[in-house]
């Protein structure tokens, strides 16, 4: 039987024998890249300094869909085209439930990262000890953060975002309560308050001196300002950002021109609040508002004068919020802002001394559809060529669809498709399969790109909660913190005490 079949093989002709596959570029290029991997050198042990990055709600289909529209925003070839963050050595897969949820929301997913312990939905800076809402809880389950350790070890830390400072993802630096909706102290029930919860703006502000931010970048001004002034909505009269101004040397900003003109050669807390609340998409920003790129940049440069290093959290927050409301074309954008980012810190940073690792708290339920070819918009219609490829029902589809969402049909009405015109509008809502007010978060495992020392350690599949274990081992924390001298400082609010280090 063998022989038979390689006498029929060898009586083919010329034309039916196989191609020179390494002629082909896909091949060449494939080869490339291993040439470059076999030939990356084992990172180095021990980080001077961290950044992580966090799409906030980007999920693969985010990062696949993202890089799609990136490239064709760009006039290059989607599907092939790379964000800055997926030419990272190490890979891995997180998986990022709660204590109490298999589909975690933003609180929980940060505070896994930052404490090493995940808690319930809702809360961060606490273990799975306390009860949603509840202020004695909160005191009582305290856990410190990566940057609070950090600080307490000597280091420089700062937190950025295109949300508000005191939202889920950039409280996680900091914060510690039960219910992320405690922001400005109108937001406390009478009942926290009584038991000594303060909220969140308070708790960035008064923090000790040894755990307070150095370098603070996102929206949320009203939550420090009393009300009655513009849009602030403190109801017990204070302006967090005069407090702030009293520390020595301390610095605020509210926007794009006071950050660029910053002296960043300059030791010095510094406060950028840029809006009321969060930041406007990229796709709305106006001039007075700064970039996440920017925001980062600056924040590299003034935490790069502490010569112990730093502690850096950045996160893209509006791949979130719009994926919330169905609208893909305000989500991705913001995944290239992310790039733009992550591209800023790969160009002001050494590989060998700065972990960069990036990732998401949880995803969303975006989907990818097949049946377009290539060179289609990917927030358009499916097409083959710019023949639509309709659904069983003989109508138009999108490319991109939610599993949950405003968009979805609400009272029994299906969701019509309209023309191609109006699915490319930036407004456009992909539709939804299940009515939503807003579009639920998604739990499959998210990706986590890294470059730098211990990066090799966030390889295969593991808990939210381990890439703290990497991050504290890559700075060699418990060695640091040994080091520190011991003093007593109390954090108000917070149920617990801190160490001083003599942190200048």
């Known amino acids: 039987m063998k022989a038979a079949t390689l006498a029929l093989l060898l009586m083919l002709p010329a034309a039916a024998q196989a191609a020179d596959n390494t002629a082909n570029p896909q091949f060449a290029a494939a080869r490339a890249a291993l040439d470059t991997a076999l030939d990356r050198p084992p990172p180095p042990r021990r980080a001077r300094n961290v950044i992580l990055f966090i799409g906030d709600g980007m999920g693969i289909n985010s990062v696949t869909a993202g890089r799609i529209l990136a490239g064709q925003t760009r006039g290059l070839d989607g599907a092939s085209y790379q964000l800055s963050f997926e030419t990272l050595p190490y890979a891995g897969l997180s998986k990022t439930y709660s204590a109490d949820k298999l589909v975690t929301d933003s609180s929980n997913g940060i505070s896994a990262i930052m404490t090493g312990v995940k808690t319930i939905n809702a809360a961060t800076g606490v273990d799975d000890s306390v009860t949603g809402k509840d202020c004695p809880s909160a005191l009582k389950g305290h856990i410190p953060t990566l940057a609070e350790q950090a600080a307490r070890a000597g280091l420089a830390t700062g937190v950025v975002t295109t949300s508000g400072i005191t939202d889920a993802t950039p409280a996680g630096a900091y914060g510690h309560t039960t219910f992320r909706g405690w922001r400005a102290d109108v937001d406390l029930p009478p009942e926290a308050v009584a038991a000594g919860c303060i909220d969140l703006a308070r708790q960035l502000v008064e923090a000790p001196e040894t755990i307070r931010l150095d370098v603070a970048f996102g929206g949320d001004l009203n939550n420090f300002l009393p009300a009655g002034a513009g849009e602030g909505r403190r109801k017990d009269g204070r302006d967090l950002t005069a407090t702030w101004l009293g520390y020595p040397q301390a610095r605020l900003v509210r926007d794009a021109a006071g950050l660029g003109a910053l002296n960043t050669q300059v030791a010095g807390p510094v406060l950028g609040l840029f809006a009321g609340g969060d930041l406007p998409s990229a796709a709305d920003r106006p001039d007075t508002v700064p970039s996440l790129a920017a925001m980062t940049a600056t924040a590299i440069d003034l935490l790069s004068q502490d010569s112990d290093g730093y502690v850096l959290l950045v996160e893209s927050a509006a791949i979130d919020k719009w994926h919330h409301q169905n609208n893909a074309y305000r989500a991705l954008t913001e995944v290239d802002e992310l790039s733009r980012a992550v591209q800023v810190a790969l160009e002001r940073t050494d590989p060998r001394d700065t972990l960069i690792i990036v990732t998401a708290d949880h995803s969303h339920g975006l989907v990818l559809t097949a049946g377009s070819s290539r060179e289609e918009p990917v927030l358009g219609l499916v097409r083959y060529h710019g023949e639509i490829q309709a659904d069983g029902n003989g109508r138009p589809r999108t490319t991109l669809s939610y599993a949950t969402g405003p968009s979805g049909p609400k009272?029994?009405?299906?969701?019509?498709?309209?023309?191609?015109?109006?699915?490319?509008?930036?407004?456009?809502?992909?539709?939804?399969?299940?009515?939503?007010?807003?579009?639920?978060?998604?739990?499959?495992?998210?990706?986590?790109?890294?470059?730098?020392?211990?990066?090799?350690?966030?390889?295969?599949?593991?808990?939210?909660?381990?890439?703290?274990?990497?991050?504290?081992?890559?700075?060699?924390?418990?060695?640091?913190?040994?080091?520190?001298?011991?003093?007593?400082?109390?954090?108000?609010?917070?149920?617990?005490?801190?160490?001083a280090n003599g942190r200048q």
């Open 411 to 499: 009272d029994g009405v299906a969701t019509t498709i309209p023309d191609q015109t109006d699915v490319l509008s930036p407004d456009y809502r992909q539709p939804a399969l299940t009515y939503m007010t807003s579009a639920q978060h998604a739990g499959e495992d998210v990706p986590v790109y890294a470059r730098g020392p211990d990066a090799d350690l966030l390889t295969g599949t593991f808990e939210s909660n381990y890439i703290y274990q990497v991050m504290a081992h890559a700075l060699d924390l418990d060695a640091r913190l040994h080091k520190s001298p011991v003093a007593v400082e109390s954090h108000p609010g917070s149920g617990h005490q801190e160490q």
